[in-house]
């Protein structure tokens, strides 16, 4: 069901999806690295799956419903600062939430990239090792390595701000990102429910499909590598 008198769609499955997996992979690619020894292997196979996440998301961020666009809920310094003055936020996500959006996608989709031309030098490495001189993989690591805190900062900065919206705002974000509704009484006045049916998960089967395409090519050329130095 799109709406009812009593909510308003606003996330769509496939975004709810991506956020809640993309979510899962954050922690477990940080819970392995920890652990470190055979769980490095792990740590690799979250990095893939966060990679193809972050590339599904980008698409969806132009293919998707309404409020997944990023067309819809990325503005100017000018919005930010009648949203911080106390205008009404809009649908979907308020201008600050968006800069959030952005900053995680970008910082994650880093780590990701970087983490497929590093080593632990004793026994993991990224897909793309091989294929990187010396000098660029040093790089990659070392800053693979430094992200790490900024990934750590911004998700507890995105943790506080969705306790105090919750808390202080009486905003159920939580609930909204789990069934993908909205009551109407935190949207603006006359806002439309996104698409959200079988045509907007065939086509998000697409791009998913075509971004597990790109994550399994990558890995192939790992096994490539590994063969030809064999």
């Not at 990224?126 to 998700?155: C, D, M, Q, T």
Request: net charge positive.
């Amino acid at each position: 069901m799109q709406h009812t008198r009593s909510s308003v769609r606003i996330w769509d499955l496939p975004t709810r999806l991506c956020h809640w997996a993309l979510a899962a992979c954050v922690v477990g690619a940080y819970v392995s690295v920890k652990l470190g020894g055979l769980y490095m292997d792990w740590h690799v196979r979250f990095g893939l799956a966060t990679l193809g996440l972050i590339v599904f998301r980008l698409a969806w961020g132009v293919a998707g419903p309404r409020y997944a666009r990023f067309a819809t809920f990325v503005r100017g310094p000018g919005a930010i600062r009648r949203y911080l003055q106390g205008s009404a936020p809009p649908a979907g996500h308020n201008p600050l939430g968006a800069l959030s959006v952005i900053a995680m996608l970008a910082v994650l989709g880093f780590q990701a990239i970087s983490g497929l031309f590093t080593s632990d030098d004793i026994m993991t490495q990224g897909p793309l090792y091989a294929r990187a001189n010396e000098a660029l993989s040093a790089w990659f690591g070392r800053w693979h390595h430094a992200n790490e805190w900024l990934i750590v900062g911004l998700v507890a900065l995105h943790l506080l701000a969705v306790l105090w919206y919750v808390a202080v705002r009486r905003k159920r974000l939580l609930r909204s990102m789990l069934t993908g509704d909205a009551r109407p009484q935190d949207l603006p006045a006359g806002t439309q429910p996104a698409a959200d049916g079988p045509g907007v998960w065939l086509r998000a089967a697409l791009l998913a499909a075509a971004a597990a395409a790109l994550v399994l090519w990558i890995r192939s050329l790992e096994i490539v590598a590994d063969f030809s130095f064999s």
